[in-house]
C-alpha cells in the first residue's frame, strides 16, 4: 500500500463507505479503474457517461481494479450482486428513449452508455488478441454491476451501440437480461445518414466493426466502402451479434406504435418490476415529447418521420448502395440472411 497516493486512498475509502465515486473508465492494460467524484444524480440523468459527465475539475484517480474489488468486498451490503439487465442497440434507434422510460416505470436504477463497457468490447473485438480472458472479463463486468448497482435493487445499463458483441457472455452469467433495440435496415440508413455528423459518426467505429463482422464472414476491403454501405455494416454488425446472443429482438416502431404494451413487454424480457400503472404513467409523461439525449429539446414521432423522409430524398443513392450491399452480404452469410429475412415480410 506504500505506492498508494493520499487521494487513491482517500477515493477507495469513501468508496467503501459508499459514497458518490464513479467508476469512470477502465484500462484492461494496467487492470485499473478511473474513481471520479460523482454525484448518483448526474450518473442517473446522463445521456452519455463519458467526458461530457465530468464537472469541471472533477477530483479522480486511476486506482488498482484489485484493490478496488477488496474495498467492494469489504462492505457487501452496499456492493452486492444485483439483477443487472442490458439494452442492447444499433444505434440512433430509441435505446436512450427505452432507457429512460424504463427507469421512469421501475426502480431499477438506470445507466446510459458508461465507458468501461467500451473498453470490454474494443479488447473482445480482437478475438485471440484480447488482453482480457473470457474469466477476467466475467470477473471485471460483475465488479462493475456491483458498482453501478450499488444500494439499488438493480440496474439497466444502455450499452454504446458499438458493444453487443457483449451480449453473449453477459447473459451468460445468473440474474443477467438483455434485449435488442433495432429498426428496419431501409429506415436505419436514413436515420444514419440524416445527421449532421453522419459521416464522422460512421467512420469513427467502421474498423472495429468491420474486423467483427470479418471474422464471421469474408467481406470487402472497408477502404472501398461508400457511407451508405458504412451504415449498412453497423446495422448488421450489431444485428448479428444480438442474433448470436439469441437476444429478444424490439423494432423501435412498435415502441412508438405502441408504447405501453412494447415497455410493458421489454420490462418482462428483462424481468423489471414495472407495474402497469407506472407504465402508463412513463409513456403519457413528457419523455416521448423530449429529445431523450437533451431533454431540453421538443421531439417526437411526428418529427422523427420528418428528418427520415428528409434523408431519404437527400441520400437516395447511398441508402440503395447499403441496401444492396446488405443483399449481397446475406447471400452467402447465413446469420446476415436471418437478419435480413426479419424485415422481409
Not at 478511473?34 to 467526458?51: K, N
Not at 472533477?58 to 452496499?78: F, Y
Not at 448497482?149 to 443477467?176: E, Y
Request: charged content about 20%; hydrophobic content about 50%.
Amino acid at each position: 500500500m506504500n505506492s498508494v497516493t493520499p487521494l487513491q486512498r482517500q477515493l477507495l475509502a469513501d468508496f467503501a463507505r459508499g459514497a458518490e465515486i464513479f467508476p469512470h473508465q477502465y484500462n484492461p492494460l494496467h487492470d485499473q479503474i478511473l474513481l471520479v467524484r460523482l454525484s448518483d444524480a448526474a450518473v442517473r440523468d446522463a445521456s452519455f457517461l463519458d467526458e461530457r459527465v465530468l464537472p469541471q475539475g472533477a477530483q479522480g484517480a486511476w486506482v488498482s481494479a484489485d484493490m478496488i474489488a477488496e474495498a467492494a468486498a469489504g462492505a457487501p451490503a452496499i456492493f452486492a450482486d444485483r439483477p443487472a439487465a442490458y439494452i442492447f442497440h444499433a444505434g440512433h434507434c430509441g435505446s436512450t428513449l427505452v432507457s429512460r422510460l424504463l427507469g421512469a416505470a421501475s426502480d431499477a436504477a438506470g445507466l446510459r452508455e458508461p465507458l468501461p463497457l467500451r473498453a470490454f468490447a474494443v479488447d473482445r473485438a480482437e478475438g485471440g488478441g484480447a488482453v482480457l480472458s473470457a474469466q477476467m472479463l466475467t470477473a471485471r463486468l460483475g465488479l462493475f454491476e456491483k458498482i453501478w448497482a450499488r444500494g439499488g435493487p438493480s440496474i439497466v445499463v444502455k450499452a454504446t451501440s458499438i458493444c453487443t458483441g457483449l451480449a453473449a457472455p453477459v447473459i451468460a452469467r445468473p440474474q443477467r437480461r438483455a434485449i435488442f433495440l433495432t429498426q428496419h435496415p431501409e429506415t436505419h440508413l436514413a436515420v444514419l445518414l440524416a445527421g449532421r455528423n453522419a459521416a464522422n459518426d460512421l467512420r469513427a467505429f467502421a474498423q472495429l466493426r468491420w474486423r467483427r463482422l470479418n471474422a464471421m464472414t469474408p467481406l470487402p476491403p472497408l477502404a472501398d466502402y461508400s457511407l451508405g454501405e458504412m451504415a449498412a455494416l453497423a446495422w448488421l454488425t450489431e444485428g448479428a451479434a444480438a442474433s448470436e446472443a439469441a437476444l429478444a429482438l424490439f423494432d423501435f416502431e412498435q415502441l412508438l406504435a405502441a408504447p405501453a404494451q412494447t415497455l410493458s413487454d421489454m420490462a418482462a424480457a428483462l424481468t423489471i418490476d414495472a407495474s402497469s400503472e407506472r407504465i402508463d404513467a412513463a409513456v403519457s409523461g413528457p419523455i416521448l415529447r423530449q429529445y431523450s439525449k437533451s431533454p431540453d429539446h421538443a421531439y417526437d414521432a411526428a418529427l422523427r418521420d420528418e428528418i427520415i423522409a428528409q434523408s431519404r430524398s437527400q441520400h437516395p443513392g447511398e441508402i440503395s448502395k447499403g441496401m444492396a450491399w446488405l443483399a449481397r452480404v446475406a447471400a452467402v452469410n447465413p446469420v446476415a440472411r436471418a437478419c435480413l429475412d426479419r424485415w422481409s415480410a
